[in-house]
């Protein structure tokens, strides 16, 4: 059997990455991923995820981006879901594969250093719901639609969202969701916890982009001590967590980026970090 998905390759004469359903823009220092398959609702097949990775593995290598907003193309779909053709076509091992695809993707996203900001401007179900459970952060139009359907199709989340779900809404909840099916609007996804901000549609991407730029003003070395802490605290009890914590406080002590932001602030003047 093939497992073997195609990896987009640079265009000629310097043109940038040939992807076929991704639009990636940088505009330093903030980076925007828009999956691009608004015909089928921004679905993600297998060349989809591949390219999902190899977008986020360079901009990680990026210095020039802090910041990564993930949305979707048009103005119906955040991501829809699976391709259900190759769902449908999937056999046990071709399964287990996409499952490990999908979620060494989200494990990529939810380990970066850099902030990756969800912005639902749509449906988010199924692998799309995933999907947004990774980022850090969930901005949703009001218009947006979650869930994870995936029962009525006679199989369950297979990128994490048995496990990313009950952390965020709780095990009640996570359970209902997922064993009916039911897809909520935007304002019962916030008040869940499943987002974190909802804003007027047409006032989306700006509202996103002011988040992202206030983030991306903050020190990068702190951010990303910050987003390791929370993430491997959580993953522990509350002392082994605190003793990350202090790890990372005391690491940050030895960079520029601390005594530009102490000084700084002694010297009533804005901060410029430098991420070192």
Partial sequence: MDLQIKIPKPAPEGGGMGYQNLLVAVESPLATVTINRPSVLN???DETIAELWLAFLLLEKND???VILLTGAGDKAFVAGA???ELKAADVLRSRWKCDQGQGLLFKMEEMDKVVIAVINGF???GGCE???AADIRIAADTAKLGQPEVNLGIIPGYGGTQRLPRLVGEGKAKEL?????VIDAAEAYRIGLVDK????DQLMAEAKKMAEKIAAK???AIAAAKRAIRNGLAADLKTGCACEAAEFAALAASEDKMEGTSAFLEKRKANFKGK
Wanted: proline share 7%; aromatic share 4%.
């Fill in 178 to 182: 997922i064993f009916t099916g039911d």
């Fill in 198 to 201: 909802v804003v007027p549609k």
């Fill in 219 to 221: 020190g990068p070395l």
């Fill in 43 to 45: 679905a993600l097949d």
């Fill in 124 to 126: 988010a179900l199924g």
């Fill in 131 to 133: 999907i947004a459970m």
């Fill in 83 to 85: 391709d259900i053709n």
């Fill in 64 to 66: 020039a981006v802090r």
